[in-house]
């Protein structure tokens, strides 16, 4: 665990740099999420890309960060913002980001106080400084540059969620250009990021290495195994993320599979409500609104107990790390016509986890066996290890800084890939300083 105190940071150097632009990573360096950058010059700008936890077990904090006026915050998932009510109660930091990623993240900072609560880790932030934070948003538009001191700041789709962004930095030295978690794909939800020249890139490579499945063909044995289970009067639980992929899957079986019966459960249902309210940054706003009039919002017991005869049961916790969907599993696990669909990662220590290496998962306290079906399918939003590359030489950047990328597997065949195409790499690791525009 980590636990803050001032004293941490007394043998750290925060002064601004000589000269040129300086990058310091305090979490999401050398790891998957748990995402904070500094970045300030010569002339006293300094901002704060970001600043998350990761989810797993126990969860990881970023390093502490100095005083900071300004964090840019690019979407609204927890490994993202999870520390940002910190920043407001301890430095008065404002948060800079989209309407909608401001709207879901009081929802967010909220389910993440109570799994630590359920769960017995500590948070260096209290349920109180939600209100600071939420205070704290200054809300900005797509392509409507603003300028923080003598930096010109814009924020761009990247894709990923709704209202997930780019951050473009521009300076006296040069051009920045923050990817954020993007994908330069098209999904149910958003339509995919758009590259822009650059001089510097600084690019999340969470799948460097790897390529995602074809997205139709995945959409299609998806859609044939569901059927393949309710013919044979099975249900299938689908275990989904609340922001984004939730609403993702429901659009899918209405738009592929409109005869099934679909049940909806957990946080999910709210944050659709406020994608609802957010049409402008939809690439289907309709669908999404048809999609949850026809599936079923589960809002009571007995509504609960119904979902169990659905063909479908899209519902929270993507993970198996508690909500609905361990209720549902629970009840589901004695009927082997019953399957259980992930479609999304599975984090080290999570119940998924668990399921897939073990057959087992924790409900309430005990491992239970599951004799079911079990199958995973890729419908990642973030961008696969060839959309990275070809984004990157898109952007024409002279140097690409690769975070958000395990070390070991993706990072190096990533900046293999990029040096290749002529451009220079930088592999930070956290609380390590790397220079820019020297």
Known sequence: MVMYAPGMLKNRDYNFPDKGLRYHFLGGGNEVGNVGCLLDDDK?????????????DPPKYPLPSPSVKHSIITHSHIDHLGMAPWLCANHRTKLHGTSITANISELMWNDCYKVSKIEGYPLPWDKRDIDTSIDSWEIHDFNQPWMQNEWKLTLQNAGHIPGASMLSVETDHGKVLFTGDFDSRDSMLVEGAKPEKTDILFIEGTYGGRNHPNQEEERRRFCEEIVRVSDRGGTVLIPAFANGRTQDIVMMLHKYLPELNVHVDGMGKRIAKIYMDHPDVLKDPDLLKSSWKWSKQVSSKSDRKKALDADCIVSTSGMLDGGPSIWYLNRLKEDRRNSIFFTGYQATGSGGRSLLET????????????????????????????????FSSDCDAEKIVIYHSDPNHSRPPLAEALEKNGHQVDTPENGEFGNLFN
């Open 44 to 56: 006293k700008n300094r901002l704060l890309l970001d600043y998350g936890i990761a989810p797993t």
């Open 359 to 390: 057959g087992k998962v924790p409900i309430w306290k005990q491992k239970v066996p599951i004799n079911l079906d079990v199958k995973q399918f890729s419908f990642s939003t973030h961008a696969g290890h060839d959309e990275i590359v070809q």
